[in-house]
């Protein structure tokens, strides 16, 4: 999987509500763009243009990251705009295309 799709705003929402906690940086390497992932207590990964992906920490976050873009293009690669959020004074809510379709936390 190239870094370049997992910089897409449509993913990086998805994600982001999907996967609290992660964080993802777009950088350059010297294979092109250059992604790393962290989750702030050790687990790391380092994916580069040319394919080669680096993980660091007993945490797999590469993992977790390649189960959310499946899940991504299972719903057709939705973009930024077909991501909405609904916020609330009891909280707030990240959705897909309707308010109907939340999309919750994976852990």
Not at 28 to 40: H, I, P, T
Not at 47 to 60: E, I, K, L, W
């Amino acid at each position: 999987m190239a870094p370049t799709h997992l910089t897409r705003l449509g993913f990086a929402l998805y994600a982001g509500a999907r996967l609290p906690g992660l964080s993802m940086v777009e950088g350059s390497g010297e294979a092109g763009v250059r992604l790393w992932v962290a989750d702030g207590s050790g687990s790391a990964a380092v994916a580069d243009a040319d394919g080669s992906v680096t993980v660091y920490g007993p945490r797999d976050v590469w993992k977790d990251v390649e189960a959310m873009w499946a899940e991504y293009e299972r719903l057709g690669r939705p973009s930024d705009r077909d991501m909405g959020i609904t916020v609330t004074p009891c909280g707030q809510r990240v959705w897909v295309r309707s308010a109907e379709h939340e999309v919750s936390a994976a852990w």
